[in-house]
């Protein structure tokens, strides 16, 4: 086999390295800068140049090298590349060659043009690892522009009713993805600061958002009537809301196409977007690899790879500690960040 399944993550042995470990090792591979794929305790790591600014804010002084997309690097024996998942900016697939023999470890990916992220792109490989967080033929997303009018409609109405209006999205990847869906002359656009201190990593890189600032203890909110408010999912059950007073809550995520999963969080309104592929978009990206085989992780994944199965392919299920898409305090992304700033 060109990877294995490990207990410490996926693993390479002819070129002695792992593709988003979770437990610490010499060398790591990492698809995107979400806590669930690049973690900390790893001696070298590498990304791609737009994934690597996020990674060093969130990890700190670590080895990182970068690859650009498309260039092939050898490590041992084995041929590595990056190209695009469509995920986040700067996420990755990371196509493993070894004798002929084709691999590509995926990690999050989406298939619909956000706009922000670099677009997906199938990867032709004998062998394929595929998330399947949303992998039930229930979803299916919406397209941006529905989207926009959605969010928009939603936050005009609250303003005019004299309402903030509180948005929960992950920092990395969501939170931009919706601030480029916003219309700005409908009132300002404040941020938690989980989200705001990512926000000026991406600007940084030269990605254009809207002007948005900071919830600071210092901030006169009421001098900010009817502003889109924007915070962590965890933020939305914390005291941090209290200064808002009167305003209507709403999570953007790809589990609010289950009604019931809304009426759960107590939110007012559920916008359906997601980072991840929704089912069309999963069996598209499976369809255009050419693969024979198929490792399903995180998500539905009996289900999924039970249908995989019943069309044909070489299905699996392998067990990782991959998260996905979660609205849940002790699983999100932004759950270590909402202590540490304000």
């Given at each position: 086999?060109?990877?294995?399944?490990?207990?410490?993550?996926?693993?390479?042995?002819?070129?002695?390295?792992?593709?988003?470990?979770?437990?610490?090792?010499?060398?790591?591979?990492?698809?995107?800068?979400?806590?669930?794929?690049?973690?900390?305790?790893?001696?070298?790591?590498?990304?791609?140049?737009?994934?690597?600014?996020?990674?060093?804010?969130?990890?700190?002084?670590?080895?990182?090298?970068?690859?650009?997309?498309?260039?092939?690097?050898?490590?041992?024996?084995?041929?590595?590349?990056?190209?695009?998942?469509?995920?986040?900016?700067?996420?990755?697939?990371?196509?493993?060659?070894?004798?002929?023999?084709?691999?590509?470890?995926?990690?999050?990916?989406?298939?619909?043009?956000?706009?922000?992220?670099?677009?997906?792109?199938?990867?032709?490989?004998?062998?394929?690892?595929?998330?399947?967080?949303?992998?039930?033929?229930?979803?299916?997303?919406?397209?941006?522009?529905?989207?926009?009018?959605?969010?928009?409609?939603?936050?005009?109405?609250?303003?005019?009713e004299g309402r903030f209006s509180v948005?929960?999205?992950?920092?990395?990847?969501?939170?931009?993805?919706?601030?480029?869906?916003?219309?700005?002359?409908?009132?300002?656009?404040?941020t938690h600061g989980a989200i705001e201190?990512?926000?000026?990593?991406?600007?940084?890189?030269?990605?254009?958002?809207?002007?948005?600032?900071?919830?600071?203890?210092?901030?006169?909110?009421?001098?900010?009537?009817?502003?889109?408010?924007?915070?962590?999912?965890?933020?939305?059950?914390?005291?941090?809301?209290?200064?808002?007073?009167?305003?209507?809550?709403?999570?953007?995520?790809?589990?609010?196409?289950?009604?019931?999963?809304?009426?759960?969080?107590?939110?007012?309104?559920?916008?359906?977007?997601?980072?991840?592929?929704?089912?069309?978009?999963?069996?598209?990206?499976?369809?255009?690899?050419?693969?024979?085989?198929?490792?399903?992780?995180?998500?539905?994944?009996?289900?999924?790879?039970?249908?995989?199965?019943?069309?044909?392919?070489?299905?699996?299920?392998?067990?990782?500690?991959?998260?996905?898409?979660s609205l849940e305090p002790t699983q999100?992304?932004?759950?270590?960040?909402?202590?540490?700033?304000?």
């Amino acid at each position: 086999m060109v990877l294995q399944f490990t207990q410490k993550g996926i693993y390479c042995p002819a070129g002695d390295f792992y593709i988003d470990p979770w437990r610490p090792v010499e060398r790591a591979l990492i698809t995107h800068g979400h806590a669930d794929h690049a973690r900390a305790g790893h001696a070298h790591y590498l990304a791609t140049p737009t994934a690597a600014p996020v990674m060093r804010h969130r990890l700190g002084a670590i080895n990182l090298q970068t690859i650009p997309y498309g260039e092939t690097l050898t490590i041992g024996d084995a041929r590595v590349s990056y190209h695009p998942a469509g995920h986040v900016p700067g996420s990755a697939q990371i196509r493993v060659e070894l004798g002929g023999e084709v691999w590509v470890a995926s990690g999050d990916y989406k298939t619909l043009d956000d706009g922000l992220s670099e677009p997906f792109e199938p990867v032709p490989c004998h062998a394929f690892i595929t998330e399947s967080t949303f992998g039930l033929p229930i979803y299916h997303w919406p397209d941006q522009a529905s989207l926009a009018r959605e969010i928009n409609a939603w936050w005009a109405k609250n303003r005019a009713e004299g309402r903030f209006s509180v948005l929960g999205c992950y920092s990395l990847g969501k939170a931009q993805r919706v601030l480029r869906l916003l219309d700005p002359q409908i009132a300002p656009i404040l941020t938690h600061g989980a989200i705001e201190a990512t926000n000026q990593v991406i600007r940084a890189q030269g990605f254009s958002l809207p002007e948005t600032r900071q919830v600071t203890p210092d901030l006169d909110v009421k001098s900010h009537a009817g502003a889109l408010v924007m915070a962590p999912p965890s933020a939305l059950g914390s005291s941090w809301m209290n200064r808002f007073g009167k305003a209507s809550t709403a999570f953007a995520s790809g589990w609010m196409q289950l009604r019931g999963l809304r009426r759960r969080r107590a939110a007012d309104r559920g916008f359906v977007i997601s980072d991840h592929a929704d089912w069309a978009g999963l069996n598209m990206a499976v369809q255009a690899t050419g693969a024979e085989r198929v490792f399903v992780t995180h998500g539905y994944v009996e289900q999924f790879s039970k249908y995989l199965r019943e069309i044909g392919y070489d299905a699996g299920i392998v067990e990782t500690e991959f998260s996905g898409e979660s609205l849940e305090p002790t699983q999100s992304d932004d759950a270590a960040e909402i202590g540490e700033q304000p």
